[in-house]
C-alpha cells in the first residue's frame, strides 16, 4: 500500500468540558441541595431549570428529565397505558433499549426493516406489520436522521396508534421545520456518556399534551402529582428522578450545543461529498424533507468488492490504527441472542413476534442485514475535527481501495 503523511493532529475526544463544569458542580456539591426534591419540598433547582430550557429548545410545551434514554421510553409507554401484549413496531436498525422499554411494560417489539438509503425505520413496510393487537409505533431517528415522519404520523392516525420518538440521536434534528420528539405523541432522549448532549447518563421526555405530561411525571415520581405531598402516591409510579448533578452538567453542555452542532453539519456535508465520490462508499443519505440534522453518528456503508473482498471488522481496524474513530453500527435487533432465543420476560407469551428462532433469519430482514454487513460509522465527535483531519480519512480510505 502507497505510503501516506501522518496526520500531526489527536481526533477530538468526546465529551468536551473546561472548568465551567467544575464549577457548577462544586456549586451542587455546596448546596447541599443534590436532588430535584419531591413536589412539595422542590429542593433542587438545575433539574426545574433544564427542564424548561430544554423544553424551549425542542420547541416542546413540557419536558421531563429523568434518569436516562432507556426509562424514558418505558414511561411514555406505560403513561400512554401500552402494556400486557400489546404490539409495538420499532425499527430493527437501533440500540437493544428501543425494544427493551417495550419488553419492560410486558408488551411485544414487532421489528420493521430500514430504507437502504437513509437507514432509518422504511415507513413503507409499516402497514403490514399492524395487527389487532399493534398499540404504538417507535420510529427511531438514526443518527438524528429522522424517519418519514409525517407519512408515519398518517398511518399511525389511520390504525390509531401511539407514536412514540425515539430521539435518542436527535438533538436538534428537525423535519420539515418541526423539531422531531413533536411530531408523536412524545420524544424521548439520551444524555448517555456518547450523546450529543451528555451528562455521562441521563435522559428526557418531551411532549405537548398536559394529561400525557402529567401521567409521565406521575410514573418517574413514585406516583406524585405536581404539587402534592411527599407521600401521597396517586397511581403506580418508580423512581426514574434525574439528579441536580446531572441537570447542572447539561445546562452548561447545552450553551456549546449550538456551536459544535453547526460545526458538525458542514463537515457532514463536506465528509459526504467527498466519501460518497470514492467508487465503492455510500454514506447514510438525510431524508428528504429533512431541515435539521444532529449527526449523532455518521454511518458508511463500503463494497467490500471494491476493497479487495476485506471485511467490516478489517476495515474499521484498518481506520483504528491510523488513530481515526470509527465503531461498529447496532447488530439489528433480530439477531440479539435475547430476542432470537426468547430469553425474556417470564410468563409472557412471545409467540406473535416476527422474531425469535428461525423467524430471526436474516432473509426476513433483507435491508437491514445488507446495510449491517457492510457498514460502520464514524462517532459524532470526528465531525468536530479539522479540515485537514477530514481530508486525512478520505485519502487513507482511498489507498484502501484495491
Ligand atoms: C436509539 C437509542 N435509543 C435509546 C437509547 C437509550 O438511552 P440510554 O443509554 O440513555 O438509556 C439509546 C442509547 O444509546 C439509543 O441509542
Known amino acids: 500500500m502507497p505510503h501516506q503523511k501522518k496526520t500531526n493532529q489527536k481526533f477530538p475526544s468526546w465529551p468536551i468540558y473546561n472548568d465551567q463544569e467544575e464549577k457548577i458542580l462544586s456549586e451542587v456539591v455546596k448546596s447541599g441541595k443534590w436532588w430535584c426534591g419531591a413536589p412539595e419540598s422542590h429542593e433542587g433547582k438545575f433539574v426545574w431549570q433544564f427542564q424548561e430550557d430544554f423544553a424551549k429548545f425542542q420547541n416542546a410545551k413540557f419536558c421531563i428529565a429523568l434518569a436516562n434514554g432507556t426509562v424514558a421510553i418505558e414511561s411514555i409507554l406505560f403513561a400512554l397505558g401500552v402494556g400486557l401484549g400489546d404490539e409495538v413496531i420499532v425499527s430493527d436498525y437501533t440500540f437493544v433499549a428501543s425494544a427493551s422499554a417495550v419488553i419492560a411494560n410486558n408488551a411485544i417489539p414487532i421489528f420493521c426493516d430500514i430504507n437502504p438509503e437513509t437507514f432509518v425505520m422504511d415507513v413503507n413496510k409499516l402497514e403490514h406489520l399492524i395487527t389487532e393487537r399493534t398499540k ?41 421545520g418541526k423539531k422531531l420528539g ?65 441537570a447542572a452538567i447539561l445546562l452548561i453542555q447545552m450553551q456549546r450545543f449550538k456551536e459544535q452542532h453547526k460545526l458538525r453539519n458542514e463537515n457532514a456535508r463536506y465528509l459526504s461529498k467527498r466519501l460518497n465520490e470514492i467508487d465503492g462508499i455510500k454514506v447514510m443519505k438525510p431524508t428528504q424533507g429533512t431541515s435539521e440534522l444532529g449527526w449523532y453518528v455518521f454511518p458508511f456503508v463500503f463494497d467490500p468488492n471494491k476493497f479487495g473482498g476485506i471485511s467490516k471488522m478489517e476495515f474499521k481496524r484498518k481506520l483504528q490504527e491510523k488513530g481515526i474513530p470509527c465503531v461498529n453500527n447496532y447488530p439489528p435487533l433480530h439477531t440479539l441472542t435475547c430476542f432470537k432465543e426468547v430469553k425474556l420476560k417470564p410468563g409472557i407469551n412471545y409467540s406473535t413476534a416476527n422474531w425469535g428462532g428461525n423467524k430471526s433469519d436474516d432473509r426476513f430482514f433483507p435491508i437491514v442485514s445488507e446495510i449491517y454487513s457492510k457498514s460502520i460509522e464514524f462517532p459524532q465527535e470526528l465531525l468536530l475535527a479539522s479540515p485537514e483531519q477530514l481530508d486525512y480519512i478520505v485519502e487513507f480510505i482511498k489507498l484502501l481501495l484495491k
Not at 148 to 171: G, M, P, S
Request: charged share 20%; proline share 2%; net charge neutral.
Open 136 to 176: 404504538a409505533i417507535i420510529p427511531v431517528h438514526l443518527g438524528g436522521n429522522p424517519v418519514e415522519i409525517d407519512t408515519l404520523i398518517e398511518i399511525a392516525r389511520k390504525n390509531k396508534l401511539f407514536v412514540i420518538e425515539d430521539c435518542a440521536h436527535a438533538h436538534g434534528s428537525s423535519y420539515k
Open 182 to 246: 413533536n411530531w408523536g405523541n412524545a420524544g424521548s432522549f439520551s444524555f448517555q456518556a456518547s450523546k450529543v448532549l451528555t451528562s455521562g447518563e441521563g435522559g428526557a421526555i418531551i411532549c405537548n399534551s398536559n394529561d400525557l405530561a402529567d401521567k409521565i411525571y406521575s410514573y418517574i415520581d413514585c406516583g406524585r402529582k405536581k404539587g402534592s405531598g411527599s407521600y401521597e402516591h396517586f397511581s403506580y409510579g418508580t423512581n426514574y428522578r434525574m439528579t441536580e448533578y446531572q
